[in-house]
Structure formats: structure tokens, C-alpha cells
């Protein structure tokens, strides 16, 4: 590129500045300043560095047109993000006065959204369903549940987001997985009236979490879905009730129930005298004999998905709730007396098996979607082809062709050649249906008179499509599709009333868990492995409290409509016993989350949530420096770049050395000139959340320094602050940036591509405009679905040529 920028070397993110300037007013290049004060401000602070002679970061700035800076808006726009948030110039380089850099960026921004050539729209080339996708798509299209990271591999992530086009290629090696889960699928859908005997179990450490809630009133077991073939007799065993050779963990007696669908079908008390005396007396022969009465439990369960728990009812045996608190019967199907230290580790699993005695296939939610007919004699192939035409519309997302039904239908017809029944024949054509590349693959053709190499509005279906994924995670409902087939879904109004229709449907919830924990990067906790020695308190059951809690509280904003500024500011958050007691947080007690309202403010927003506090930290401490980067990428939208090769990053303390704070292991890069440019702005940050330890449990003093905590810090834009609560004052300050950031994060989400330069002046159009509804998120959401970038497609570049990887696997896929 001639001019490229590459800024990132200098690093210094920093903390955004200070502006004057309200998001809403748009000044113009008469106000106070104009290109030839600005051209002094850069030759003064800028091009010294950035010259054709130096050309410090790869950037030359001398050989600009201040002048008319279209000519070189994806330069300015990078500029413009470093400048905005006081990153430059670097730590330790002589700065302009803010006032100055201020309304530099404004004049700047001003003139790039005056813009009135270019490009509006990027292209988007032909992407696969990914798998969180797929999974949706099947549960909207067939009603079958299914657990995408067991059936079909990790999806490539671009900027967070695994929804991103370019990077959704397919290998013949993943087109084969797609395969074999679309006949997976077809099988649970249609049914087997006579299927074999097998045995699924359920885990308790993988199914334990309160995003599975348990019925009200039981705590200490667990909850899932399990899809039962066909109507018939079935057997649960419950495999270790950690009835050990300890006989203390019988000593109080405990009911077990199983509730399918909240039904209760089982129930046993298990402890107390009886079951105590009879293993003091008999030892292993006693505990098998205990356990037998938790074996070949019948049950007798119709066809279909069905909530399945297990757990113990909610009774206190112990003298207060206070004590209570601590104590879950057998450490609630987990490890006995070790559970009364709070140490456990879950283990064992439920397992069901069956069927025994099968007697039909009653009307499931999946068959019903299907059978849209009855076949009666004689018109059997009628039938056949009235719920094969109906199935692959509402899978393709467009009305069916003559040429779809001649693919599809031999696969019904040879099935019954073969001598297989009606619902044999169908489950050929759903399996078709699910691997064609029809249903697999998104393309955007546009109008059948687009010109080449020129941008185009989609039409109502590729709308449809677009609109539905971004909300919904999956292809467009039968009111949606019916007015893009019948191009009402571009009349005026009608885009905003389907909008707002859809975040008010229970699948909107997909905007939690694939836009924003994917953008906050909080779907990995498993990657931070507390040290067991110095956070004792910690497990997986708080692991999964984290998220659960993370995903309830941003459901809340979300599901709500209100202001994304509460992602920051709300003063409350869900909790349940577990959650609560680990935050210090008194008065919460059961497994279930539920709304509670925060007294200290140390705990609003997303900066006082453990999920964020143990992703920004290591196993043996906090983090300043990953805690500093994450508030810089996810908050501000100024993303910290790795530190160059062979940087010592590792702030290990050597054997027999004396224990220091991180704060003071730190230091010893801060002072370093070339580390100053980096530290000099990510640290303060996160040294402002240094007193919540890697767990997220608050504190005052380092246990292993032996040391008060430190929070006090000097933000890069000069305001000195102390802890998190003024750090997040500091954020409000200027809350345009947050709302930015939130709707470049989710207009790359929603049209499944990295942003350009040229789709920055429509972020900052659609942010001006939520400003006048206080930044709700309907209103961002409405923003970006108006917008050029949404509803066009452009011409593909030199990076995204037409015929991409994924279009020449589509199409072999078609022909096997």
C-alpha cells in the first residue's frame, strides 16, 4: 500500500481522551479551526516521526492532502482511532494540547462523513453455516436439540466473531462431519419405531451448571435434555452417590427425586440410621446393596426430547441457613465428606437406557414439523412430496424449484425401493435436505441485472437471510419468509416492525451468547486454570456460575432494550448461593440465579463480573496488563497490539526471592523506555482493578506479598484515579466511545465481515442517531439494519475473489 499505516508499532494504547465534543454535534471546518492550524499541529507532533525520510511505522504522513482527506480515508480513519482514544503521540513524546487534538478529530471526522463517493458496502462472499448455525437451523427447522461442539468442529474465529465469512471455508474432511450429522439428525427427527437398546449417560461435572437450572425446591444434582427414540419403558442409573467407605456422608438422611418435564417419577431417601448401620455392619456389601435402590430405575417415557433431573430435595439438616450454606447432600451427587470442606470434585454420571418394550412413536414437536400430511393408500408420493417441497423452503429460505424436488425426491423413492416404509423414505429426504449445499451454504447473488463489479442492494430474501442470522442465529420464520417472497419485506416500516418482532422472540437471546461473549471474549474460561493451592475456593461449578451470570445480567440489557451504557453502569447483576457467597454478597441462598441488587459499586457493570476478572488473569495471580488490553479492546475499541518477539513478558518470582506485589513486578518493565510506550498506557488501567484477585474475589491485602493492594494509578490523559469505581467514571465520560465500539462490534457481526474504512462513517451516523433514544439497543440494532452496509453487497476485491474455496467445495458437494 502507498501509504501504509501501521501505528501499532508505537503502541502506547491508551486511554481514550477527554472530548468536549457531544457525539450528536457534528462541527464543521469553519469552527474555530481549519486545515492549515491542523497542518501546523502535525508538522509539529506527527510528521517529525512520519516522514518519507524516517517513515516510523510505515507511515507518511508529509505526503498527505490535508486538504482533501477522502483522497486518503483509510488512512485518516486508522489515525483518527489512535488520536481519539490518546494513544498518540507515544508516552514520553512531546503532545499537543488536548483541545487541539480534540478538535483535530472532530474537523477530521466531520470531513470523512461528508464524504460523497466510494464505496458504502463490502463484500461478503459465499459462507457456511457454522456450527452454533447449524444447530439453530435444526432446532428451528426440525425442533431437534443438539449439542454443536459434539457433532461438527471449532469454527475459525475473525475478531472474536465465528460468524465471519472469509474464514468460513470447507475442507471435503468437514463437508463429510456435515454429512454425517445431518443423517444423525434426520434419525432423531423422524423417529425408529423399533430402534436397538442403548445406554447415553450424562456426566454430572458437564451438566452441573445454572444455565441448566433445577426445578425449585432440589439443589445439588443436575438437569439436561435428552431425546427419547420412541415411546416405551426406560432404566436411569445413578452412578456413584459417593457413598465411600466413610460412613459420616450417611450419618443425615437425603430424598432423591427424578423429574422428567418437572414430573416427578422417582423418589428415595438415601442416609440415616438404617442406611448407617447397615455399612457399619456390612462395608462394600452394605454401600452395593444402598445403591442398587439408585439402579434400573423404570420409567416409562413417550417419544421425544424431555427435561430430565436429578437431584436432592432443598432441606435443611442442620441447625441455621447460615451453616446450611456451606452443605449439599453427598456434596449434591459428588464427593461425601470432602464436600463438607468445600474442596469436591463432581464425579459420576445419570445414565439412561433403552428402549425396553417399544410401543409406537407418539406425535413429537419434530414430527409435526415434518409431517405436514398423512400418507394415505394410493397417495403416498403426493404426500411425500408435499412435506419434501415444504421442508426445503423453509431450509433453503426461498421457494423451491422444480430443479430442488428433482434432487430431492429420488432419495425418497429409492429408499421405498429398497423396501423401506413412508417414514423411512423421509428420513432420506431430510438427511438431503440437511447436507445440500442449499441448506449449508449463505450466497448473495443480488438482483439478476446487477451489472458486474458494482454494488447492489440485496433483495428481500437475502434480506430475509441477513436478518434473521444476525438476530436469530439462523434462516427466517414463516412470516418473514412469505414477505420476502412476496418483496414486502423492503415496504416502509416493514423492516423496523420485523426488527422489533424479533428481539422480542426468545431466539433474540442469540445476540447474548454469539455476539456479545464472543466479543467480550468470555466463552473460554476453561483456559484459566486457578492454582488449587492458593485459590482453594475455586472450581468448575464457579466457572460455570460465571458465565451463567455474565450471560443472565447482559440477557437483562439486552432482552430489556435498555441503554448499552448499562453494560457498564447497572447496579445489579444474578447470583445465586454459590455466586454470592464468593462475592461477599450476603442474603442469597439455592442454586438458582435470580436478580440481585449490588450495595457497592465496586461490583456494577461487566468490570466487577468474575467471568471478565478470571479471563484477564493467570492461574497464580491478576493480571494488570491483560485486564489494562481487555478494557482498550472490548470498552474503548483500541485494541493493544502483542508485544514484539522475545519480550520478556514473564513476571514469575524466582525461588527464595521475596514476594512482591504484581504492582511491583511490573515496575520493572514500566522503566524500561521501549516497554514505557506499551505499559506507559495498558497498566494503569488494569492496576485500577487490582483489588479483585484472578478469581474475582475482592481484597484489600496480597496474601503471598503479605502487602496492602494498590489501586490508585494516573490514567494516560493526566486524571489520577484509585480502584474500579473511578476508573469507570473515567469511562463514562466520554460513553460515544463505548457506544462506538459496541456498534462496530456488532454491524461486523451482523454482516458477517471485517469492517472497512468506509463503514466507519456509518457507525458514527448510527451512534448520533441512538444518542437520541439513549443508546438503547433496538436503537443501534435499527441503525445498522438501515444502513448501506447491511443492505448492499459490494464488489469483491483483489482479497475476496469470486470464486472463493467454499464456493468450488459447494459445488462438489452438489454433485455427491
Same mark, same amino acid.
Given at each position: 500500500m502507498k501509504h501504509l499505516i501501521y501505528l501499532s508499532v508505537l503502541l502506547g494504547f491508551g486511554f481514550a481522551a477527554i472530548s468536549q465534543r457531544a457525539e450528536g454535534q457534528v462541527p464543521s471546518a469553519s469552527s474555530a479551526a481549519g486545515p492549515d492550524q491542523f497542518h501546523t499541529m502535525l508538522a509539529s507532533y506527527c510528521v517529525t516521526c512520519h516522514n518519507t525520510r524516517l517513515k516510523t511505522g510505515g507511515l507518511v504522513l508529509d505526503g498527505l492532502d490535508i486538504q482533501a482527506p477522502a483522497n486518503n480515508a483509510d488512512i485518516w480513519e486508522k489515525a483518527l482511532r489512535k488520536l481519539r482514544a490518546h494513544q498518540m503521540p507515544p508516552p514520553g513524546s512531546p503532545q499537543p494540547e488536548?483541545?487541539?487534538?480534540?478538535?483535530?478529530?472532530?474537523?477530521?471526522?466531520?470531513?470523512?462523513?461528508?464524504?460523497?463517493?466510494?464505496?458504502?458496502?463490502?463484500?461478503?462472499?459465499?459462507?457456511?453455516?457454522?456450527?452454533?448455525?447449524?444447530?439453530?437451523?435444526?432446532?428451528?427447522?426440525?425442533?431437534?436439540?443438539?449439542?454443536?461442539?459434539?457433532?461438527?468442529?471449532?469454527?475459525?474465529?475473525?475478531?472474536?466473531?465465528?460468524?465471519?465469512?472469509?474464514?468460513?471455508?470447507?475442507?471435503?474432511?468437514?463437508?463429510?462431519?456435515?454429512?454425517?450429522?445431518?443423517?444423525?439428525?434426520?434419525?432423531?427427527?423422524?423417529?425408529?419405531?423399533?430402534?436397538?437398546?442403548?445406554?447415553?449417560?450424562?456426566?454430572?461435572?458437564?451438566?452441573?451448571?445454572?444455565?441448566?437450572?433445577?426445578?425449585?425446591?432440589?439443589?445439588?444434582?443436575?438437569?439436561?435434555?435428552?431425546?427419547?427414540?420412541?415411546?416405551?419403558?426406560?432404566?436411569?442409573?445413578?452412578?456413584?452417590?459417593?457413598?465411600?467407605?466413610?460412613?459420616?456422608?450417611?450419618?443425615?438422611?437425603?430424598?432423591?427425586?427424578?423429574?422428567?418435564?418437572?414430573?416427578?417419577?422417582?423418589?428415595?431417601?438415601?442416609?440415616?440410621?438404617?442406611?448407617?448401620?447397615?455399612?457399619?455392619?456390612?462395608?462394600?456389601?452394605?454401600?452395593?446393596?444402598?445403591?442398587?435402590?439408585?439402579?434400573? =430405575?423404570? %420409567?416409562?417415557?413417550?417419544?421425544? #426430547?424431555? &427435561?430430565? $433431573?436429578? !437431584?436432592?430435595?432443598?432441606?435443611?439438616?442442620? @441447625?441455621?441457613?447460615?451453616?446450611?450454606?456451606?452443605?449439599?447432600?453427598?456434596?449434591?451427587?459428588?464427593?461425601?465428606?470432602?464436600?463438607?470442606?468445600?474442596?469436591?470434585?463432581?464425579?459420576?454420571?445419570?445414565?439412561?437406557?433403552?428402549?425396553?418394550?417399544?410401543?409406537?412413536?407418539?406425535?413429537?414437536?419434530?414430527?409435526?414439523? =415434518?409431517? %405436514?400430511?398423512?400418507?394415505?393408500? #394410493?397417495? &403416498?408420493? $403426493?404426500? !411425500?412430496?408435499?412435506?419434501?417441497?415444504?421442508? @426445503?423452503?423453509?431450509?433453503?429460505?426461498?421457494?423451491?424449484?422444480?430443479?430442488?424436488?428433482?434432487?430431492?425426491?429420488?432419495?425418497?423413492?429409492?429408499?421405498?425401493?429398497?423396501?423401506?416404509?413412508?417414514?423411512?423414505?423421509?428420513?432420506?429426504?431430510?438427511?438431503?435436505?440437511?447436507?445440500?449445499?442449499?441448506f449449508l451454504y449463505r450466497i448473495i447473488k443480488g438482483p439478476k441485472d446487477t451489472a458486474p463489479d458494482t454494488e447492489f442492494a440485496l433483495t428481500d430474501l437475502e434480506l430475509a437471510s441477513r436478518l434473521s442470522f444476525f438476530l436469530w442465529n439462523t434462516g427466517p420464520d414463516q412470516e418473514m419468509l412469505t414477505l420476502a417472497e412476496t418483496n414486502q419485506l423492503t415496504r416502509p416500516g416493514m423492516l423496523e416492525k420485523q426488527v422489533r418482532r424479533m428481539l422480542a422472540d426468545p431466539k433474540a437471546s442469540s445476540l447474548v451468547t454469539s455476539f456479545a461473549m464472543k466479543w467480550l471474549n468470555l466463552t473460554d474460561l476453561d483456559q484459566v486454570v486457578p492454582d488449587p493451592v492458593l485459590f482453594p475456593n475455586f472450581n468448575d461449578q464457579l466457572r460455570q456460575d460465571f458465565l451463567a451470570e455474565t450471560e443472565a445480567f447482559v440477557g437483562s440489557v439486552f432482552s430489556d432494550d435498555r441503554s448499552v451504557l448499562e453494560l457498564l453502569t447497572a447496579n445489579y447483576t444474578f447470583l445465586n448461593e454459590r455466586l454470592a457467597r464468593h462475592y461477599g454478597v450476603s442474603g442469597v441462598f439455592g442454586p438458582q440465579l435470580r436478580e440481585v441488587t449490588l450495595v457497592e459499586k465496586e461490583r456494577w457493570g461487566v468490570l466487577g463480573k468474575g467471568a471478565m476478572l478470571l479471563r484477564t488473569s493467570y492461574g497464580d495471580r491478576t493480571s494488570p496488563v491483560l485486564r489494562g488490553a481487555w478494557v482498550l479492546d472490548k470498552i474503548i475499541g483500541s485494541p493493544a497490539t502483542p508485544p514484539p518477539p522475545d519480550t520478556a513478558t514473564d513476571l514469575s518470582q524466582k525461588a527464595g526471592e521475596q514476594p512482591k506485589t504484581v504492582r511491583a513486578r511490573l515496575e520493572q518493565h514500566r522503566n524500561k523506555a521501549s516497554c514505557k510506550m506499551c505499559h506507559g498506557v495498558i497498566d494503569p488501567i488494569g492496576l485500577a482493578l487490582e483489588n479483585f484477585d484472578a478469581t474475582g474475589v475482592w481484597r484489600t491485602k496480597d496474601s503471598q506479598a503479605k502487602a496492602p493492594i494498590d489501586a490508585s494509578t494516573v490514567l494516560p490523559n493526566g486524571v489520577p484515579i484509585n480502584g474500579v469505581v473511578e476508573l469507570r467514571a473515567q469511562l463514562m465520560d466520554r460513553p460515544e466511545l463505548f457506544v462506538r465500539n459496541v456498534t462496530e462490534r456488532l454491524m461486523t457481526y451482523a454482516v458477517n465481515r471485517r469492517l472497512e474504512y468506509f463503514d466507519m462513517p456509518q457507525v458514527r451516523a448510527i451512534v448520533r442517531g441512538a444518542a437520541r433514544d439513549n443508546y438503547r439497543l433496538s436503537s443501534l440494532i435499527l441503525g445498522i439494519v438501515n444502513s448501506d452496509a447491511f443492505r448492499k453487497q459490494g464488489p469483491p476485491s483483489d482479497a475476496n475473489p469470486k470464486s472463493s474455496g467454499a464456493e468450488l467445495t459447494a459445488a462438489a458437494a452438489t454433485k455427491r
Amino acid at each position: 500500500m502507498k501509504h501504509l499505516i501501521y501505528l501499532s508499532v508505537l503502541l502506547g494504547f491508551g486511554f481514550a481522551a477527554i472530548s468536549q465534543r457531544a457525539e450528536g454535534q457534528v462541527p464543521s471546518a469553519s469552527s474555530a479551526a481549519g486545515p492549515d492550524q491542523f497542518h501546523t499541529m502535525l508538522a509539529s507532533y506527527c510528521v517529525t516521526c512520519h516522514n518519507t525520510r524516517l517513515k516510523t511505522g510505515g507511515l507518511v504522513l508529509d505526503g498527505l492532502d490535508i486538504q482533501a482527506p477522502a483522497n486518503n480515508a483509510d488512512i485518516w480513519e486508522k489515525a483518527l482511532r489512535k488520536l481519539r482514544a490518546h494513544q498518540m503521540p507515544p508516552p514520553g513524546s512531546p503532545q499537543p494540547e488536548q483541545k487541539d487534538a480534540d478538535s483535530f478529530v472532530a474537523w477530521m471526522e466531520s470531513a470523512l462523513d461528508a464524504r460523497t463517493k466510494g464505496p458504502t458496502a463490502g463484500y461478503v462472499p459465499i459462507q457456511r453455516l457454522n456450527r452454533t448455525e447449524y444447530a439453530a437451523s435444526v432446532k428451528m427447522l426440525l425442533g431437534v436439540e443438539i449439542n454443536p461442539k459434539e457433532v461438527l468442529p471449532q469454527d475459525i474465529r475473525v475478531e472474536g466473531f465465528d460468524n465471519i465469512a472469509d474464514a468460513l471455508s470447507v475442507s471435503p474432511a468437514f463437508l463429510d462431519q456435515y454429512i454425517s450429522a445431518a443423517r444423525q439428525v434426520a434419525r432423531l427427527a423422524v423417529g425408529n419405531s423399533n430402534p436397538r437398546v442403548t445406554d447415553v449417560k450424562y456426566a454430572v461435572a458437564a451438566n452441573q451448571n445454572p444455565r441448566n437450572p433445577l426445578p425449585p425446591g432440589t439443589r445439588g444434582g443436575i438437569a439436561f435434555q435428552h431425546n427419547f427414540p420412541v415411546d416405551g419403558d426406560y432404566q436411569i442409573n445413578i452412578k456413584d452417590l459417593a457413598v465411600g467407605p466413610y460412613s459420616n456422608a450417611l450419618e443425615t438422611q437425603s430424598t432423591l427425586v427424578i423429574m422428567i418435564d418437572g414430573r416427578m417419577v422417582f423418589r428415595q431417601p438415601i442416609g440415616g440410621r438404617t442406611d448407617l448401620a447397615l455399612v457399619d455392619r456390612q462395608a462394600g456389601t452394605g454401600r452395593s446393596q444402598i445403591m442398587e435402590r439408585f439402579s434400573k =430405575i423404570p %420409567v416409562h417415557v413417550e417419544a421425544g #426430547g424431555h &427435561e430430565v $433431573a436429578v !437431584a436432592f430435595i432443598d432441606r435443611s439438616h442442620v @441447625a441455621s441457613d447460615e451453616n446450611f450454606q456451606f452443605l449439599e447432600p453427598y456434596g449434591g451427587l459428588t464427593g461425601g465428606a470432602a464436600a463438607l470442606n468445600r474442596r469436591s470434585e463432581l464425579r459420576g454420571a445419570v445414565e439412561i437406557v433403552g428402549p425396553f418394550h417399544p410401543t409406537g412413536i407418539s406425535e413429537t414437536p419434530s414430527r409435526a414439523l =415434518i409431517f %405436514v400430511c398423512e400418507p394415505k393408500a #394410493g397417495e &403416498e408420493a $403426493a404426500c !411425500a412430496n408435499r412435506i419434501t417441497e415444504n421442508l @426445503a423452503r423453509r431450509a433453503f429460505r426461498r421457494p423451491v424449484t422444480a430443479a430442488d424436488m428433482n434432487r430431492l425426491m429420488p432419495f425418497y423413492e429409492r429408499a421405498r425401493r429398497d423396501g423401506g416404509s413412508f417414514d423411512q423414505g423421509i428420513e432420506q429426504v431430510v438427511a438431503a435436505v440437511l447436507a445440500s449445499p442449499q441448506f449449508l451454504y449463505r450466497i448473495i447473488k443480488g438482483p439478476k441485472d446487477t451489472a458486474p463489479d458494482t454494488e447492489f442492494a440485496l433483495t428481500d430474501l437475502e434480506l430475509a437471510s441477513r436478518l434473521s442470522f444476525f438476530l436469530w442465529n439462523t434462516g427466517p420464520d414463516q412470516e418473514m419468509l412469505t414477505l420476502a417472497e412476496t418483496n414486502q419485506l423492503t415496504r416502509p416500516g416493514m423492516l423496523e416492525k420485523q426488527v422489533r418482532r424479533m428481539l422480542a422472540d426468545p431466539k433474540a437471546s442469540s445476540l447474548v451468547t454469539s455476539f456479545a461473549m464472543k466479543w467480550l471474549n468470555l466463552t473460554d474460561l476453561d483456559q484459566v486454570v486457578p492454582d488449587p493451592v492458593l485459590f482453594p475456593n475455586f472450581n468448575d461449578q464457579l466457572r460455570q456460575d460465571f458465565l451463567a451470570e455474565t450471560e443472565a445480567f447482559v440477557g437483562s440489557v439486552f432482552s430489556d432494550d435498555r441503554s448499552v451504557l448499562e453494560l457498564l453502569t447497572a447496579n445489579y447483576t444474578f447470583l445465586n448461593e454459590r455466586l454470592a457467597r464468593h462475592y461477599g454478597v450476603s442474603g442469597v441462598f439455592g442454586p438458582q440465579l435470580r436478580e440481585v441488587t449490588l450495595v457497592e459499586k465496586e461490583r456494577w457493570g461487566v468490570l466487577g463480573k468474575g467471568a471478565m476478572l478470571l479471563r484477564t488473569s493467570y492461574g497464580d495471580r491478576t493480571s494488570p496488563v491483560l485486564r489494562g488490553a481487555w478494557v482498550l479492546d472490548k470498552i474503548i475499541g483500541s485494541p493493544a497490539t502483542p508485544p514484539p518477539p522475545d519480550t520478556a513478558t514473564d513476571l514469575s518470582q524466582k525461588a527464595g526471592e521475596q514476594p512482591k506485589t504484581v504492582r511491583a513486578r511490573l515496575e520493572q518493565h514500566r522503566n524500561k523506555a521501549s516497554c514505557k510506550m506499551c505499559h506507559g498506557v495498558i497498566d494503569p488501567i488494569g492496576l485500577a482493578l487490582e483489588n479483585f484477585d484472578a478469581t474475582g474475589v475482592w481484597r484489600t491485602k496480597d496474601s503471598q506479598a503479605k502487602a496492602p493492594i494498590d489501586a490508585s494509578t494516573v490514567l494516560p490523559n493526566g486524571v489520577p484515579i484509585n480502584g474500579v469505581v473511578e476508573l469507570r467514571a473515567q469511562l463514562m465520560d466520554r460513553p460515544e466511545l463505548f457506544v462506538r465500539n459496541v456498534t462496530e462490534r456488532l454491524m461486523t457481526y451482523a454482516v458477517n465481515r471485517r469492517l472497512e474504512y468506509f463503514d466507519m462513517p456509518q457507525v458514527r451516523a448510527i451512534v448520533r442517531g441512538a444518542a437520541r433514544d439513549n443508546y438503547r439497543l433496538s436503537s443501534l440494532i435499527l441503525g445498522i439494519v438501515n444502513s448501506d452496509a447491511f443492505r448492499k453487497q459490494g464488489p469483491p476485491s483483489d482479497a475476496n475473489p469470486k470464486s472463493s474455496g467454499a464456493e468450488l467445495t459447494a459445488a462438489a458437494a452438489t454433485k455427491r
